[in-house]
């Protein structure tokens, strides 16, 4: 009940298209949740977050589409970059906690 | 500094050996997490402390992992007797504290035991 399943594991992309990557979680108490974007040696770094009482949250080229009653939500990513390429984590946390549930990563490539 | 420091970048260590893993937080957060992220995997949540105290170990794998913050910044994860199962990237990050704020993190530190 406390997993993040996400999907899917790698994705490509050409340059300009929309990235979408999923996530599907299974215990209603979750209550924000937050995307990461890692590259390689580096440490994951927030993206963008959204809380359940918000259907999508846009910011720049990235959009969170969040869909309570399917307990999914998704991080599009719009006119795509090869500076997008990176692995992207989706993860979720319980109201009053700190630590951070995470997904198994996407690993997106952009093809310039 | 400016960002969340963790030395050293990579460490490895013969099996059996114990080892001290620092991570430095971004001034003035005064929470301060441990994650473990192996190969292809997300971070896992390994303890959590609020100051100097450790508010929740529960993500500890078992008692050869151990951390301290002794003055509520600079923290140690500590193994011992280290094990082949334990190479992954251990990454450390600070927030501000409170529930749901932005944790930012360092850039990890691998350690491979061999």
């Known amino acids: 009940q406390q997993q993040v399943k996400q999907s899917p594991q790698s994705l490509i992309v050409q340059k300009g298209g929309i990235s979408i990557i999923n996530c599907a979680y299974e215990?209603?108490?979750?209550?924000?949740f937050p995307w990461y974007q890692q590259f390689p040696g580096k440490g994951p770094a927030l993206l963008i977050a959204i809380r359940p009482d918000v259907s999508e949250k846009k910011e720049g080229r990235f959009t969170i589409s969040f869909n309570k009653s399917a307990k999914q939500f998704s991080l599009h990513i719009m006119d795509s970059q090869p500076g997008d390429s990176a692995t992207y984590f989706c993860a979720a946390s319980f109201p009053g906690t700190y630590k951070y549930i995470f997904g198994t990563g996407t690993r997106l490539k952009v093809l310039a | 500094g400016a960002g969340v420091s963790q030395t050293p970048s990579n460490k490895v260590t013969e099996k059996g050996k114990y080892v001290e893993l620092r991570c430095d937080p971004i001034s003035g957060h005064t929470a301060l997490y441990w994650y473990r992220q192996s190969l292809g995997q997300g971070p896992e949540f390994l303890i959590y402390?609020?100051?100097?105290?450790?508010?929740?170990d529960s993500g500890l794998p078992n008692d050869r992992f151990f951390a301290v913050r002794p003055e509520g910044s600079v923290s140690t994860l500590k193994i011992q007797r280290t094990e082949r199962g334990d190479s992954a990237v251990y990454l450390c990050?600070?927030?501000?504290?409170?529930?749901?704020?932005?944790?930012?993190f360092g850039q990890g530190t691998r350690l491979t035991v061999v």
């Open positions: 215990n209603t108490a979750f209550d924000y």
């Open positions: 402390f609020q100051g100097t105290g450790a508010a929740d």
């Open positions: 990050a600070s927030s501000l504290g409170g529930s749901n704020t932005e944790a930012f």
